[in-house]
């Protein structure tokens, strides 16, 4: 509320949280390119998906041009119109097939390499769980926009308990898994003796 207040432009907070979760998936499938495709096909996979989620995220930019709800309104489970509804499921439908794909990319290189670096395929398949969480959020959320738009009855639960767990549990996974391998591996940089020997240096001058 605070951002649309400041930006005077309401569900603008929405919208870029919605953004950045899109550019996430973006992030976590280059990554799986670049460790699963020949080094030939690297770019080209690349280039693709970047240009998917272009249109996936102005698609969703002018849907949002079409609402003018808060951001609380925007990111809930109940959209009162047709094109809140279109929005929350354009997001959302590309969420679930994003996180689909992920979670099973990342459980498989989680499986290849757990013979020789235990550490980093515990993170895979951290980040894997946490993807699953986020389709779980995004069908549950999803689910319970069409339910309310075609006058269902839907348990509150859902929208009470389990869209905001398994919207918590994908970003605690996810930042667990990508922080293991980190852990797991130290890389130090030779600093030390490179300030050593600019120090050397500094006191053969006259």
Same mark, same amino acid.
């Given at each position: 509320?605070?951002?649309?207040?400041?930006?005077?432009? +309401?569900?603008?907070?929405?919208?870029?949280? +919605?953004?950045?979760?899109?550019?996430?998936?973006?992030?976590? /499938?280059?990554?799986?390119?670049?460790? &699963?495709?020949?080094?030939? $096909? @690297?770019?080209?996979?690349? @280039?693709?998906?970047?240009?998917?989620?272009?249109?996936?995220?102005? @698609?969703?930019?002018? /849907?949002?041009?079409?609402? +003018?709800?808060?951001?609380?309104?925007?990111?809930?489970?109940?959209?009162?119109?047709? /094109?809140?509804?279109?929005?929350?499921?354009?997001?959302?439908?590309?969420?679930?097939?994003?996180?689909?794909?992920?979670?099973?990319?990342? =459980?498989?290189?989680?499986? =290849?390499?757990?013979?020789? $670096?235990?550490?980093?395929?515990?993170?895979?398949?951290? &980040?894997?769980? *946490?993807?699953?969480? *986020?389709?779980?959020?995004?069908?549950?959320?999803?689910?319970?926009?069409?339910?309310?738009? /075609?006058?269902?009855?839907?348990?509150?639960?859902?929208?009470?308990?389990?869209?905001? &767990?398994?919207?918590?549990?994908?970003?605690?996974?996810?930042?667990?898994?990508?922080?293991?391998?980190?852990?797991?591996?130290?890389?130090?940089?030779?600093?030390? $003796?490179? @300030?050593?020997?600019?120090?050397?240096?500094?006191?053969? $001058?006259?």
């Amino acid at each position: 509320m605070t951002v649309d207040e400041f930006v005077g432009r +309401n569900g603008i907070a929405t919208l870029g949280g +919605n953004l950045a979760a899109i550019l996430a998936t973006l992030s976590l /499938e280059i990554v799986s390119v670049n460790w &699963t495709h020949p080094t030939a $096909r @690297v770019r080209r996979a690349v @280039v693709g998906r970047i240009c998917l989620v272009g249109c996936v995220m102005a @698609v969703l930019t002018w /849907e949002f041009h079409l609402t +003018n709800v808060t951001s609380f309104e925007l990111a809930s489970a109940s959209p009162d119109s047709a /094109e809140v509804a279109g929005y929350m499921l354009t997001h959302l439908g590309y969420l679930t097939v994003a996180a689909t794909v992920i979670t099973f990319r990342y =459980a498989a290189l989680a499986q =290849a390499a757990w013979p020789r $670096r235990r550490v980093a395929a515990a993170g895979l398949a951290v &980040t894997a769980a *946490g993807t699953l969480s *986020g389709v779980a959020y995004a069908v549950s959320r999803a689910g319970t926009a069409v339910a309310h738009l /075609e006058g269902r009855d839907w348990p509150s639960v859902i929208e009470t308990h389990i869209v905001p &767990t398994a919207g918590a549990l994908a970003t605690l996974f996810i930042t667990l898994g990508l922080s293991l391998p980190i852990i797991g591996y130290r890389g130090v940089l030779p600093l030390h $003796r490179w @300030v050593t020997a600019w120090r050397a240096k500094q006191a053969a $001058r006259p």
